[in-house]
């Protein structure tokens, strides 16, 4: 644990370095210092990310006890300065204190354990083992964990002897070393770990849950703290203020006018449908007269799939008719054939003779099939064979 800067002094940011080790990892050179203020990602937190040397840091690793700086470029000289990105650091910081706020408080509240914790980019989450959770528990943990941020408790970290564990009301078990490193949220958490924390529970600023969902057996709560949570709160802010400007409602009739909103959507839907049914009966019936055969072939373009399909299957019914109905959408193509009882041809025989017309694909009953291609310009030859092969069966 020597050298370890970060375990003493989680603020401190600059430092001097003799390199004792170059190491080749997966094609990154890696350097080993006798001392540093990176921390190498492990415990659900991320390493620290700055430059050595004015080289950038990808990546800090431990291992075999190590800490190994993952640099972009070699360096040449054997003394070395380091800085890390503040930035990220304190939010770490702020991030993993707030997870040990958080953890207690569900055990406090909930009794539930904290299982795993983990730093993502954007959020964090914790597992807690319960098997049941509702708006009103977290809530009740979150005001619990933030109280604790308002009365600003110190923030402390220390090592223990490996006999004195039992002195200590540790949350979870220790990892088996010789020399335990504590650290004590002021009468209130004490947990084994390894991490960068604040020095007082007001730096963590806020600790707010976003969402928690089951994730095996278990729940998984997802969480953001300080810096992240104003971030946080000001998307959402510009969410709430587009929506009142968008509806000219205030913030408490947002939700009451999206149900509406949807409501009337849902009718209007309902109501539309049934007119284009209405429509499309007029619109068979008008084809009917117009034709003057009892094939009735048609070229229709932009229209939707639905109902051209529908019209088709209603002129059947009408009459002894056979339709023969082609649709240009976009870049497809698509046939409709169909014909009513008393004309006995199996239509699916028509589909392996015309589809590679279209370079298409279909099926469907012996009275009605669907083909759908790609070669528009086509069409008209797919449906001058269908007509063909129909005709000699009326
Ligand atoms: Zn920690």
New binding site residues.
């Given amino acids: 644990m020597n050298g370890r800067l970060y375990l003493e002094d989680p603020y401190k940011i600059e430092f001097e370095a003799e390199i004792l080790e170059k190491i080749n990892i997966k094609n990154k050179l890696g350097i080993v210092l006798d001392q540093t203020c990176f921390y190498p990602e492990s ?1 659900g ?1 991320p390493s620290d990310r700055g430059e050595i040397n004015g080289k950038k840091v990808i990546k800090v690793l431990e291992l075999n006890d190590k800490v190994v700086h993952l640099i972009e470029e070699d360096i040449s000289e054997k003394k070395v300065r380091g800085i890390i990105d503040w930035n990220i650091r304190f939010d770490h910081m702020q991030q ?2 707030g ?2 706020i958080l953890s207690q408080s569900f055990i406090k509240i909930l009794g539930a354990e904290t299982l795993s914790f983990h730093i993502g980019e954007f959020e964090s989450t914790i597992d807690v083992n319960l098997k049941s959770i509702d708006g009103e528990d977290i809530e009740r943990v979150e005001l619990l964990a933030n109280e604790i941020i308002y009365q600003n408790r110190d923030v402390k970290s220390y090592f223990i002897r490996r006999d004195e564990v039992e002195k200590y009301k540790l949350r979870k078990a220790p990892p088996n070393k010789d020399r335990i490193r504590i ?1 004590e949220i002021e009468d209130f958490d004490f ?1 084994a ?3 960068t ?1 604040c020095k007082k529970t007001g730096e963590v600023g806020i600790i707010k849950v976003k969402k928690w969902e089951k994730m095996k057996g278990n729940f998984r709560i997802y969480f953001v703290c300080g810096k992240r949570a104003l971030k946080d709160y000001s998307e959402k802010n510009r969410i709430i203020n587009k929506l009142i400007s968008e509806f000219s409602v205030n913030e408490k009739e947002i939700i009451k006018s999206v149900e509406r909103l949807r409501t009337e959507c849902k009718d209007y839907r309902k109501r539309l449908s049934k007119l284009q049914e209405k429509l499309v009966f007029y619109e068979a019936e008008e084809i009917i007269q117009s034709s003057k055969e009892k094939i009735i072939k048609k070229v229709f373009k932009e229209r939707e799939v639905n109902e051209i399909k529908y019209l088709a299957l209603k002129i059947i019914k009408r009459g002894d008719f056979a339709v023969i109905f082609g649709l240009e959408k976009g870049q497809r193509v698509h046939l409709f054939m169909g014909r009513s009882e008393k004309i006995s041809v199996d239509l699916r025989k028509i589909v392996e003779r015309i589809a590679p017309l279209i370079e298409g694909r279909g099926g469907g009953r012996p009275d009605y099939i669907e083909i759908g291609g790609e070669r528009k310009e086509n069409l008209e030859k797919a449906i001058d064979e269908a007509y063909k092969y129909i005709k000699t069966f009326i």
């Fill in positions: 415990g937190q993993h204190t997870q040990h650290v947990s770990c390894g991490g924390h």
